[in-house]
């Protein structure tokens, strides 16, 4: 069935596509210790799989992408996965800017970055200014991001804006400050390494999105597996509080 192809040619309905995919990209470690191999060596495989989902993004027509590489509590692992982790971070940056640029890609690096070493800021805000007038993909990197901490910094620019207000806030005067607000919220969640749970990713923006959980570690989430997950969203009524009849009716009706 051409749904559940890895083939180029054999691409679902572009109408169904959804416009936004999020991803907490888990289980390096487990891929790597499966193989008898350093963590690390789950990483490395990890960036080729990005690669790979850049890729699948573009050909199915998928507009935004926004990949989880680097919790806020993911400070607490070794100092020595967390400073190879930065390493990655770094080569990639300096391996892949041209080619995404080449490509139509815009990135974006979201998360609280003053903590990151100076360099790599620097190489953050290079690669983001390259790429900013491309609009074939946004490909978004969520690195020592949380959640929570969206919120919060949202909310300390939202009152720092407007210091006069004292009450009557609503939803729509924090959107514009959250870090995703240039991106319609996610269609389609995944998960790869098989824990069912959000660690302090998008929290606001998830309210609504379709969540999709997989064993498949993320080193062997290949585009077959993306687009197992594509056709699963795809069988989904996304009612949004409404009833199943009510979205078969006539708008307006
Ligand atoms: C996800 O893989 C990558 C990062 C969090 C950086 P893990 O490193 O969490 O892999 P597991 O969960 O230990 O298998
Ligand atoms: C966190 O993965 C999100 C990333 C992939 C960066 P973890 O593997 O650290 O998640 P928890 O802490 O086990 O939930
Ligand atoms: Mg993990």
């Not at 180029?8 to 999020?22: K, L």
């Not at 919790?71 to 041209?98: I, T």
């Not at 949380?146 to 924090?174: S, Y």
């Not at 514009?176 to 998960?191: G, V």
């Amino acid at each position: 069935m051409a749904l559940f192809s890895s083939s180029t040619r054999q691409i679902p309905q572009a109408a169904a596509m959804p416009r936004h995919v999020a991803v907490i990209m888990d289980g390096n470690g487990r891929w790597a210790k499966k193989r008898f191999l350093p963590r690390v060596a789950g990483h490395v495989k990890g960036v080729e799989l990005v690669r790979e989902m850049v890729r699948s993004c573009l050909e199915r027509g998928i507009r935004y992408l926004t990949l989880f590489a680097f919790s806020s509590e993911n400070w607490r692992r070794p100092a020595e996965e967390v400073s190879l982790l930065m390493e990655l971070f770094v080569k990639a940056l300096q391996q892949e800017v041209e080619k995404l640029d080449r490509n139509g890609v815009r990135l974006r690096v979201i998360g609280d970055l003053g903590r990151f070493d100076p360099k790599l800021q620097q190489l953050i805000r290079e690669a983001e200014e390259k790429t900013a007038l491309n609009d074939r993909l946004d490909l978004t990197i969520a690195a020592n991001y949380g959640g929570r901490w969206d919120i919060m910094q949202a909310v300390n620019r939202m009152l720092a804006a407007q210091p006069d207000k004292r009450a009557g806030w609503e939803e729509g005067d924090l959107e514009p400050y959250l870090s995703m607000q240039f991106a319609p919220e996610p269609d389609l969640f995944i998960r790869t390494g098989g824990e069912e749970r959000i660690s302090n990713f998008l929290l606001w923006q998830l309210a609504y999105t379709e969540l999709y959980f997989t064993p498949t570690l993320w080193p062997d989430f290949d585009a077959a597996e993306f687009d197992k997950a594509i056709a699963s969203y795809q069988q989904r009524e996304r009612r949004f509080g409404r009833t199943s009849e009510q979205l078969t009716e006539k708008p307006n009706a």
